[in-house]
């Protein structure tokens, strides 16, 4: 299936996109949190390395962002979503102009929706309005045999949206940003990605058509469910929500009760563009709390683990933590200090009571994208990190994505250990990048919860699913 030439598509939906998108005020100042003279020295360069990371490293041309580096490797379009999504955070800290955003968010969006849909086997960025999980940095088409992403493809959307919501001025530009946002997202045919309705599947591909995976329990997936049942084009099954939530697990881990998933990213992700304080739905009603107070919960779970340390692993405790998606070490079994020990490299980790994954290597993104739910411990914690491990650890975007001090395995020097002291990454990921610099700005001005508040389709999946409460309770404010 062809993409529809580009001025035929965006006439489609441009009407009902300016009714509902009209410019809105200059940005409110917002009163940043409290912080010592130090720590607001540490929170600026953190966040200015991390974002420059995406400025740095994507292709001015189509934005096509690298899923890491150094080290070379294929695009990411979730990185890629992450990009778009702090190009306002830039402007908004003044790391760059309302021009250079303006022009890199033009650039990527005209790229996006201008790049071939088609259900053959190479050659195009996706199908049915869904993309690649990962692509040719070159060209932006397929990379090998991966999946068309639900995941992926709605953390693009969202960035998408967020510069529509930021690049709102009446000019033929910004409305332009507006227009190409819009267009992306009406395109995405979220129903067709339910096989197996009204569970939503996770991918697909040419060669074998759906991948045997669903939204069956809590983790990552919210943003883009409510986003899918938002569509005013191709909407999701109107059981979806009810079907997510009826996998979910609520226990009690680490102190606290909530609804669990090991790696923290599953409580972060989607909190980087929708703002769930106050706002309930049925699920979250019945046990009083809201999906924020349930990252803090799953946050200070994850910290109390490693204060614990049931594994015995070098290094944890009340200041480094962290379980997440991430890099590690090696693969295989080693002994260390006469314990046999299991190293991964690149491994979903996590500490709930659905499960624990822990091989002893830590993220500074878990604890990162969590300092909005908790910020008295993560905020000290990330400067104990960069004060311990020093330049092994941080470097020009920031801190690298993981070190293992458990590591401590002779014959790996090239891979990053140090028989003495253990293993330290030296390759950022784009997508741990975002969570740091996304969540930071959230926890600082509320810049992306503010934009998204007031977007018409995520109010509606809201809606539908169930939330109520809070700022939903409202019209849509103005930023």
């Not at 959230?442 to 109520?468: K, N, T």
């Amino acid at each position: 299936m062809a993409a529809l030439a580009l001025g035929a598509l965006l006439a489609l939906p441009h009407a009902a996109y300016a009714r509902t998108h009209a410019p809105r005020a200059a940005a409110v100042a917002t009163r940043e949190p409290d912080m010592t003279a130090e720590q607001r020295a540490f929170v600026d360069t953190l966040e200015h390395r991390t974002f420059q990371f995406f400025w740095d490293t994507a292709d001015p041309r189509t934005g096509l962002t690298p899923d890491r580096w150094p080290t070379k490797s294929f695009a990411s379009v979730a990185a890629l979503g992450f990009g778009l999504a702090s190009y306002p955070v830039g402007v908004e800290r003044g790391w760059i102009t309302r021009e250079q955003g303006l022009e890199r968010t033009l650039a990527t969006l005209r790229f996006v929706w201008r790049a071939p849909q088609d259900s053959a086997v190479a050659g195009s960025i996706g199908y049915r309005g869904f993309y690649y999980h990962f692509l040719n940095p070159s060209e932006g088409t397929r990379f090998q045999h991966l999946e068309l992403s639900f995941i992926d493809t709605g953390l693009l959307v969202a960035g998408a949206l967020v510069c529509a919501h930021y690049f709102d001025r009446p000019d033929a530009r910004e409305r332009a940003v507006g227009q190409l946002a819009d267009s992306i997202y009406r395109r995405v045919d979220w129903r067709w990605m339910q096989p197996r309705a009204p569970l939503m599947g996770l991918g697909w591909t040419p060669e074998h058509g759906h991948l045997p995976y669903d939204t069956g329990f809590y983790n990552e997936t919210v943003l883009e469910l409510l986003l899918a049942m938002g569509s005013p084009t191709h909407p999701a099954d109107p059981g979806t929500w009810a079907a997510y939530t009826r996998g979910f697990r609520w226990g009690t881990f680490g102190g606290q009760a909530y609804v669990g998933f090991a790696p923290l990213f599953g409580h972060q992700s989607s909190h980087l563009f929708v703002d769930f304080r106050g706002i309930q739905d049925d699920y979250m009603r019945e046990h009083g709390i809201d999906y924020f107070e349930n990252s803090r919960r799953a946050t200070l779970a994850q910290r109390a683990y490693a204060m614990t340390n049931p594994g015995g692993w070098t290094g944890y405790d009340s200041l480094t933590w962290g379980l997440s998606a991430s890099d590690g070490p090696v693969n295989g079994d080693f002994v260390v200090d006469g314990v046999k020990r299991h190293f991964q490299t690149y491994w979903a980790r996590g500490a709930s009571h659905t499960e624990v994954q822990d091989d002893g290597t830590i993220t500074p993104n878990a604890a990162a994208g969590s300092i909005a739910f908790a910020p008295e411990v993560v905020l000290p914690s990330l400067m104990a990190m960069k004060a311990r491990y020093g330049d092994r650890l941080w470097g020009p975007y920031g801190f690298f994505d993981a070190f293992n001090p458990s590591a401590r395995v002779p014959g790996h020097e090239r891979d990053g250990v140090d028989p003495a002291s253990g293993w330290v990454d030296h390759d950022y990921l784009g997508i741990d990048q975002g969570l740091i610099v996304l969540m930071i700005e959230d926890w600082r001005s509320g810049l992306l919860w503010r934009l998204m508040r007031g977007d018409p389709y995520l109010r509606r999946g809201l809606a539908l699913a169930g939330f109520r409460g809070g700022w939903l309770d409202s019209p849509a404010e103005r930023r």
